[in-house]
């Protein structure tokens, strides 16, 4: 089983913390969007959304993150119980996952990176996409149509009622978060599922923009869960690794440091 992923993306956390949880084992292959190598022709011509996570078992291939998780789910539960007898997510919990899953987090993200930094990012990845176009012919329609989406994000980016529908769907959710962490342990019950799994990446989130008095410690029932998971070895494994205290500043630092290297290999 391969993994396509990234520790900065969202979703690859919540595809990792399933494995991790599950004890699945896997093969890694980092994929970073921020320097542009899900654009890498390889990659590209797998996935043509250019999205991470991608998980690979054989010639199965699926590029959806809940989809993901349940098919590792399934995985997991027929070895345990050789094929008979799954034990499966309930119906609460997968409502759960899709309804954390309908958020936005890349443009809620995007809107709270500074502007300077944004605009870098997003000048070196359409340079990326061109050279790509030029380099491969055959896929040039698709990464066109990457290179559209770049020009339209950025325009979204210049419209506040984006954000403020971001925001306004976050607070949503993390209100009724907060009334089901008022009536039990975790999110879809006493028992750590995969709903957890999916929303820890979210509080993780909010914690690397300096959101978590906003948004987690304002609402008591998640501040103590979010105490509660984080000492969770998956969590530690996946996220803290990377994110937790100084971790987060060496990551965003040699993320920032490569792509100022290959912008400026590209003008020479």
């Given amino acids: ?40 022709t390889f990659f590209f011509s797998m996935n ?11 010639s199965h291939i699926i590029y959806d993150t809940v989809e993901i998780i349940q098919y590792i789910e399934r995985i997991a539960e027929k070895v345990s ?5 799954l034990n499966l997510s309930s119906r609460e919990v997968v409502e759960w996952m899709h309804k954390i899953q309908e958020w936005d987090s890349m443009y809620f993200t ?14 070196f990845l359409r340079r990326v996409i061109i050279a790509r176009m030029a380099e491969s012919p055959d896929l ?13 994000t950025d325009d979204k980016l210049k419209n506040a009622d984006v954000l403020r529908r971001c925001e306004n769907h976050l607070v949503r959710l993390l209100d009724e978060v907060e009334v089901k962490l008022g009536e039990t342990s975790y999110l879809a ?18 914690q690397l923009l300096n959101l978590e008095d906003e948004y987690i410690n ?51």
Wanted: net charge positive; aromatic share 12%.
């Fill in 1 to 40: 089983m391969q993994l396509y992923h990234h520790p900065l993306s969202l979703d690859s956390q919540k595809v990792r913390l399933t494995l991790e949880e599950k004890g699945i084992d896997y093969t890694s292959h980092h994929v970073n969007p921020l320097t542009g190598k899900n654009m890498d």
């Fill in 48 to 58: 043509p959304s250019a999205k991470i996570p991608v998980f690979q078992n054989g």
């Fill in 81 to 85: 119980s050789g094929g008979n007898n």
């Fill in 110 to 123: 995007l809107f709270h990176v500074p502007d300077k930094y944004r605009l870098y990012v997003s000048k």
């Fill in 140 to 152: 040039a329609s698709a990464y066109h149509c990457k290179l559209r989406d770049a020009y339209d």
């Fill in 189 to 206: 019950g006493e028992e750590f599922s995969l709903a957890d799994v999916v929303l820890i990446p979210v509080l993780a989130r909010l």
């Fill in 218 to 268: 304002s609402r008591p029932n998640t501040a103590d869960y979010w105490m509660l998971v984080k000492q969770r070895p998956s969590y530690k494994k996946v996220i803290g690794r990377y994110f937790d205290g100084w971790k987060r500043r060496k990551t965003l630092l040699k993320t920032w440091c490569f792509i100022r290297i290959r912008s400026m290999l590209r003008k020479y």
